[in-house]
């Protein structure tokens, strides 16, 4: 039967394991202990080696299976089933997909693992499975493995215990810029770009050569990131510079493309590499719809041509266009450019979680670097005091062979004997009794003694230069240029991939809209909110097709250039820009897919937006204001909150020409007062139009004294309202009872808006 912590211990023991404490106490502990194992053992990187715990597991589980760069192939199960035995005991999948990410040469500048077969592509199609794919170490991977064995780092416990794993790679190169990384922790994230591994090198030698190096000594060096991808890197160089120097920042970044002439003044671009961690396949996808839902007036066409290398055709709509001005809008409106963030976020060489600047992290890795030299070097000094203890045995051998051969051969038990005789310690007799026959030989004595005097002279260098700090810098320096020969220009890795440049000024200010055809259109708004916008102008609305039971409630004649603003009962103004409203075949589209709007709010008007027009925005509690059309605008989904309404509802946005404003409530009272009593705002709830006893505000209309009062019946007949002079009195009174036959549904117009 499993435990129950809850149940009576044995022998009536009252005290058993239960504990009385405070459950905020409880979880607080538990939850810090949780966040600390994620951070430092899950989602940040080392600085030193630029590795979270389950890559590194994977490159030494790796080596453990003598996978180098020249070995064969073997089943990434194999790997993944060691790791997983051995070292990180998590879901098979989990180490996989680590282990793919490595071997993805559009994911890493610099691929750790050597995979054969499928692993994936930039068009986002997922791995083969790890039966089928193999994989072994890359030289990249072998140079962040070199000098393990020589007691390089620390070793600690594996999960149970039953074999050693490293705390750290001794990494010779700066892997954690140059490959990057992200994670999310709890309370933390981290997010490196991946950068050029020969420009690292170069300013980690300029700052061992240089040691009152700057941040802009660097920068000369490493003028920003490397994407795996290429692209071209538009950021500011004030932005890169204060990214690289508080570890935090961003870089925007471009695809890279070109104009194809075809003759007779036809173009089209092509794109040659697209920014780093975008997928093709949803990226085409993109231009696609845009051209769809006509987004983007200037695309025409988009094809796929990709083979071994990206290649995305897009055509313009009209050879007229500029190519920068057709770039600069798929810019603005897809991921052919996105904002690469920079969060250097790592664990530092003490296992805390800090973000450190550029130069801070490349001189972690420095200091990492000198710490695995002193350690390497001690490890050889001991491997040489052994060995010389050893020839010192050996050579008595010559000195007195006779005399060995004999003991050895009379002797039941020679090694105490030898060691008494020759004063030897045991571990020299075990070494002369392990000398093969054919060892014996005059030529051997020299060869020792030559391996002596070189391994003495060896010892005596390093001892130097473990108390030399220049000529442990000397080294270091010495090994990172041997390192950099891996990554150097002539190398397939070495060439800079990303380029840097510019966003040019000219064609980013150019509006698209000026591309678009000014063609006359009517946008129709059905009473269940489906929008369309039918070619021409249309005035007889009884020929067009609604769903059953729908019906027109709004039809505003416009031109494709044009923006529709649409006011709602919230107070809110939406805009939608008529050229990418839905054409007239068929019932449109719903209006609730393109604006945020509550189902319990609906659209109270709907016109075209007039550079200097007015409107009189007012709710049914009785308060509004005039507002410009240019407040209206609004570029956000959401739209722009410029009626406060409060526990009421908007009801009137009325073209504000005029000198008089009428308003009716739903008490059927009339007031007639001077439109310079009303201000003009932005936004706000306005001023008092009516004061009511019972309801609220119905509607309100602007109009000039000089052509009177009148309203529009549901026929679309014109109806004065006469005398409408007896009904002037100051805002915010209350007014007169309506003239008999005025409109039953208290509105100044029951017609189409």
């Given at each position: 039967m499993a435990d129950d912590v809850t149940s009576p211990p044995p022998n009536g023991d009252e005290g058993g394991r239960i504990i009385e404490e405070p459950i905020g106490e409880a979880l607080s502990r538990r939850y810090l202990a949780y966040a600390l194992s994620t951070i430092t053992s899950r989602a940040l990187p080392d600085v030193r080696d630029g590795l979270k715990p389950v890559h590194r597991r994977v490159l030494y589980a790796m080596r453990r299976l003598n996978l180098s760069p020249d070995a064969a192939f073997k089943k990434s199960a194999k790997v993944v089933g060691d790791v997983m035995g051995t070292f990180h005991p998590h879901g098979d999948q989990a180490i996989y997909d680590a282990l793919v990410r490595l071997a993805q040469d559009f994911n890493s500048r610099y691929p750790l693992v050597d995979g054969?077969?499928?692993?994936?592509?930039?068009?986002g199609d997922n791995p083969a499975a790890m039966r089928y794919t193999e994989?072994?170490?890359?030289?990249a991977a072998e140079a962040l493995l070199e000098g393990i064995d020589e007691d390089a780092v620390d070793f600690r416990p594996n999960y149970d215990g039953s074999d050693d794993e490293p705390a750290v790679l001794p990494a010779a190169?700066?892997?954690?810029?140059?490959?990057?990384?992200?994670?999310?922790?709890v309370g933390m994230a981290t997010n490196i770009p991946p950068h050029n591994a020969a420009e690292l090198i170069d300013a980690c030698l300029f700052m061992?050569?240089?040691?009152?190096?700057?941040?802009?000594?660097?920068?000369?060096?490493i003028p920003g990131p490397d994407f795996p991808t290429g692209g071209e890197i538009v950021e500011p160089a004030e932005a890169i510079r204060e990214a690289y120097a508080t570890g935090r920042g961003g870089f925007r970044l471009r695809a890279r493309w070109s104009v194809e002439e075809l003759g007779r003044g036809m173009w089209r671009i092509v794109v040659s590499e697209i920014p780093y961690q975008v997928q093709k396949s949803k990226l085409v996808a993109q231009l696609a719809d845009l051209i769809e839902t006509r987004k983007s007036p200037l695309l025409g066409d988009v094809r796929d041509e990709s083979a071994e290398t990206i290649r995305l055709v897009l055509e313009p709509k009209s050879r007229t266009i500029e190519p920068a001005v057709m770039m600069e809008s798929l810019f603005k409106l897809t991921d052919l450019e996105t904002r690469i963030p920079l969060n250097l976020n790592v664990l530092d060489a003490q296992h805390a979680p800090r973000v450190m600047g550029l130069m801070e992290a490349l001189q972690a890795f420095l200091d990492h670097r000198r710490d695995v030299l002193k350690r390497r070097s001690a490890f050889r000094l001991a491997k040489i005091a052994a060995r010389l203890d050893v020839l010192a045995g050996l050579l008595i051998v010559y000195l007195n062979l006779d005399e060995v051969i004999r003991i050895i051969r009379n002797e039941d038990d020679p090694k105490p004997v030898l060691i008494k005789r020759f004063t030897l310690n045991e571990v020299q007799a075990e070494a002369i009794l392990n000398t093969r026959l054919r060892q014996l030989r005059?030529?051997?004595?020299?060869?020792?003694?030559?391996?002596?005097?070189?391994?003495?002279?060896?010892?005596?260098?390093?001892?130097?230069?473990?108390n030399d700090n220049r000529k442990q810098w000397k080294k270091i320096g010495e090994e990172l240029k041997e390192t950099r020969k891996i990554f150097g220009p002539d190398t397939a890795w070495g060439k800079r991939r990303a380029a840097l440049g510019a966003a040019p000024e000219g064609a980013a200010e150019i509006s698209v809209e000026a591309f678009v055809a000014r063609d006359p259109v009517t946008v129709v708004l059905s009473e269940k909110g489906w929008i369309r916008a039918l070619k021409g102008h249309v005035d007889d609305l009884d020929a067009t097709k609604f769903k059953e039971g729908d019906h027109a409630a709004f039809a505003v004649h416009a031109q494709t250039t044009d923006k529709i603003i649409f006011f709602a009962s919230d107070g809110r103004a939406f805009t939608l820009e008529a050229h990418k409203l839905p054409g007239g075949r068929g019932a449109g589209e719903p209006i609730r897919l393109m604006i945020e709007l509550e189902e319990?709010?609906?659209i109270i008007a709907m016109f075209a937006f007039e550079e200097g027009a007015r409107r009189l925005l007012a709710g049914d509690e009785g308060y509004g204001f005039v507002v410009k059309d240019e407040e209206l605008l609004s570029t956000r989904k959401a739209g722009k909150q410029v009626l406060n309404v409060g526990e009421g509802r908007a009801c009137v946005a009325a073209p504000a020409a005029g000198d008089r404003v009428a308003v009716i409530g739903e008490n059927r009272k009339l007031l007639v007062f001077k439109a310079d009593e009303l201000p003009e705002?932005?936004?706000?709830?306005?001023?008092?139009?009516?004061?009511?006893k019972d309801g609220g505000l119905s509607d309100a209309v602007l109009f000039f004294a000089a052509d009177g009062l009148s309203w529009i019946d549901s026929a679309g007949r014109v109806r004065a309202v006469p005398e409408w002079k007896d009904y002037v009195a100051?805002?915010?009174?209350?007014?007169?009872?309506?003239?008999?036959?005025f409109s039953r549904s208290g509105k100044f117009k029951d017609a189409l808006g």
């Open positions: 054969q077969g499928n692993f994936g592509n930039i068009d994989s072994r170490l890359t030289k190169f700066p892997n954690l810029l140059a490959n990057g990384a992200s994670g999310i922790a061992i050569e240089n040691k009152q190096a700057s941040l802009d000594d660097i920068l000369k060096i005059k030529l051997e004595e020299m060869e020792i003694r030559r391996e002596d005097a070189a391994l003495r002279e060896e010892q005596k260098g390093l001892e130097a230069l473990l319990r709010h609906a705002m932005s936004r706000g709830k306005g001023v008092k139009l009516q004061s009511y100051k805002r915010a009174t209350s007014g007169r009872i309506a003239p008999r036959g």
